[in-house]
């Protein structure tokens, strides 16, 4: 049997070599645009350049010739009289104050006047635990220096229990903490110098309103003497549910 087919009108009987031609020119055209070089131009303006023609400026000549100066008078000199001196001038001689050894020193008594010394009073502070004798707690019986110390702590604690009153600021933001309060008892048995350290501002006043009203004392003594007794204390501000 004969093909229906023109072979001469087949479209793929050529596909080969066109695959071939297009392959190459795309070769070509890669190779081209990898070797394609472009260089940076700058502008560069072309303007027309004037000249304009210089023109020398005649300068005027100035008279240069300048007025002398008036001619300078001298004065008359002034008249010097020279008057003699007629008064006489004693010299004044310089006696020379070295010494031999055959010149005596005069001997000088010298008297020592009474001298009065006038006692200062020192303000002597001395710790607590060590003098000889602590500041008597009014209601502390006169009796050995431990009974005193306990008398005295006692005291103390009943008049924080006593005077005791929570800030209500304080109550209220929940501030709460330990105050530690110093005091002085002076040599005339006042509570000075009163100064707390704690966690807020509210409860220090509080602490430190609370020691101002302790009662005057007897102060404490050492080797005899009043003297000044530091003492400190802490004050607990709890809050209880």
Do not use: W
Not at 69 to 75: A, R
Not at 218 to 241: A, D, H, W
């Amino acid at each position: 049997m004969k093909t229906k087919k023109n072979p001469k009108v087949e479209v793929g009987r050529n596909s080969g070599l066109y695959f071939a031609i297009g392959l190459n020119v795309m070769l070509l055209f890669t190779y081209l645009t990898l070797e394609h070089k472009t260089y940076q131009r700058t502008k560069v303006s072309i303007d027309n350049v004037q000249m304009e023609e210089l023109y020398e400026e005649d300068i005027p000549i100035t008279d240069l010739s300048v007025t002398p100066p008036p001619p300078t008078v001298l004065s008359t000199p002034e008249i010097i009289t020279v008057v003699e001196n007629t008064k006489e001038i004693e010299e004044t001689v310089l006696e020379s104050t070295e010494t031999d050894q055959e010149e005596k020193i005069e001997e000088r008594v010298v008297q020592v006047e009474e001298v009065q010394v006038e006692e200062v009073e020192e303000d002597v502070s001395i710790p607590f635990s060590v003098v000889e004798k602590v500041p008597i707690f009014p209601g502390c019986l006169d009796t050995s220096n431990e009974a005193l110390k306990e008398c005295f702590n006692k005291k103390i604690n009943n008049h924080i229990i006593k005077n005791f009153t929570y800030p209500q600021t304080a109550l209220e933001l929940g501030v709460y903490g330990r105050v530690i309060v110093l005091f002085q008892v002076d040599k005339d048995g006042n509570v000075t110098n009163i100064r707390s350290r704690g966690p807020d501002k509210m409860l220090e006043k509080e602490a430190e309103r609370i020691i101002g009203l302790l009662p005057k004392m007897k102060p404490g003594l050492q080797r005899g003497n009043p003297v000044t007794v530091p003492y400190s204390i802490p004050i607990n501000f709890k809050i209880e549910n």
